[in-house]
């Protein structure tokens, strides 16, 4: 075993402040004045799979979103993403088992329509009901399924944990595990800035074509913190920057991302301003979920058998930490030998040399299941049967510091196994 | 089936000219001048395994070569970078098994002992000895298999088809087929302009770790036209430029990139300047071969059932075709759904969305398998019992017009398959 100290990860990064947030039941419901249900509505064929989610706000309140930038986005993004711009919003409906993509014009009159019977529903503005899709791309999406679904879906909105579990649930496609984050935790937000207990939750979906450029493939978060649109959009795209942007399970951006905020304000207390004390909280909460649900992304990976967190440290600028984390984190060759418990850190170094960053590989160290196997460019002994051990973690580490700058970058990603190759090689059929 | 049209992909990408040039026997020995041999060394436990190929000129001759722009750069890439700068060679010895990459100054003294091994054997300047290796990262070379099999190997060297062969089995890791080409066309390059008859042969290895960037894997190639240093170098960059530099196996460029070509002159004649006719000719032979080892690599690709060819047209420039050419080639969910023979053209488009390079959706054809797909961004009706008939054949072509602008790409690439994993998932054990 080698006597060389770790790569020294900033606490920054490993550690991001929480300012008291803690763990709680309710998932998405846990926020103060969030309804959810879901249920089988028909996109699939299987009775026994739940394919629509609903999440309901007890009145129209502030939302905040972010969406996919891949070029061929999907007619629910498009619907969504030009409502999402007012601020407001009073519910989210959400399908899995077709993505609506690809469909054209006729794809966004579906989208509208499914929206105008929830409005219709709950009698509010249609403008006031987002939409989000997940599935096959290039299939027309039918209206049946919303019109005799969405009245069942409005019957059975609930408060509970389970409530919110069936929502989760509803927009999985090949997830294996329904993905869900709930926080609670004391902010300086009421009348006479009082605390109060402000809950952060959400659910999100995603194991394949996942490497998020905005937000993820679906997520819906809720809190009941009275934060403002400008405050709601600021923490949500603070956090999906340094959370979702950074899960990669196989490098394929999807055309249906989008993650909603909607922030019911149910504590009470005044508006929350971006640049005070209670959105800095907030925002840190924010962020706690979604890097919550991005992990569980990772891990859920389709195909999976690791979660595997890279680190690049001592990059020029945060670009280059980038760019190299994601080489080493969608290595084909990395990911495979990770699933064959190969400790082949030399595939670690050589997918951080292809990708144009500049840097002199005798400057380079790195750590691999925590550790360090090659120093100043130069490899260590290294001791295959303690390897072998690490790799029974349900969790892989590699740090690599370039020995650049300052700079640095996490992403997280998964194995690449046969699982994974089965999975895709078959999922229309 | 449908009634739309093919997108029409220019001849000049489909059937490069060749100017009278046809295939021929005698691999890299196609070339007058040249010699070669294959032997198992002792790089590999293996005893029947062939692991070091010598290729030697009758007399130093004039080289050119591209290499990796790997940042982690392997021992013998920069010993052979150096000397192949002075325009001239002799030899070139090559090993599989070990990369003698991220072995530092002590990698790069094996690799120059190596040259003087070969050099003392040949009675020529070591300078004039070029070296390559291929295989596991990280692990110190020994000299020792030099030391025994350098003398053996000049011992067997001869101007044979069969000698070719055993030099392109000595380089093969994952690769399955030893990958050979050889051309013979006349040229008028004679004393007075007459014609007389050129050679090109050459032989590649790769496989696995495939998207090269200046050159792939290991390739020599040898000519008996008498050009330049000026004109082999021109021929051999524009030539790697649009067939090495355009395949994709699995996206991660190797540190051990490494592309040397070899011009005896032995045909006689005057020396051929960059800008003549016969530079014209000889460069299209060169372009051609590299064309046929570039595809080899790409059907050869680690566990690859299929050779798929992409083609990007309509693009605003190059970079952008290419750039989208690369996003679908080094798909994961493109290369599993190919693996499968699912006509899921959703991840082909889904591919060109994600990476950046602006176009409308409602102006992009595809054409998957030969059959229009996608027209002006609507999915056209598909007969999946044809498209299953069609995943028959051992190549797969995949078109896209971006409706942007003029320029194309070409990319050659494979499936990904479960054998992919296997190979991948314990390559070093």
Redesign the interface.
Known sequence: MSQQDLISVPPSITEPASFGFSPCEGGICAAMGIRAAGIHAGFRPDPNRKDMALVVADQTCTCAATFT?????AAPVQVSRSRAASGHARAVILNSGN?N????EPGVQVAKASTALVAQALGCDEEDVLVASTG????QLPLGPYETGVPVAVERLDHSTDAAHDAARAVMTTDTVPKEVSLVGPVACGMDDDEVMVHVGGFVKGS??I?P?MATMLCVLATDAPLTHEAAQAALSAAVSVTFNKVTV??????NDTCILLATGATGGNPIELGTDAYDVIAAAIRCACENLARKIAADGEGATKLVTVDVLGAANESDADTVARAIA????VK??I??H?A????I??????C???????D?DIDFLGVPV?RA???LPMDEEDMLQRFESPEVTIAIDLGVGDSHARIWTCD???D??????????
Chains 1, 2 share one sequence.
């Open positions: 930038t891949n070029r061929f986005c993505a993509a690809s469909t054209g096959v791309i290039g299939q394949g074509m490497m450029n196989d490098s394929d951006t999807s055309t969608n290595s084909p060759l495979t030998a699933f064959g190969d082949n850190w030399g595939r170094a050589g997918a951080a040399g292809k144009g960053v500049a840097f002199d590989q005798y380079v090659l460019g130069l490899p690449l196994t046969h994974y190759v089965t999975i895709n090689g078959d999922y229309r059929t």
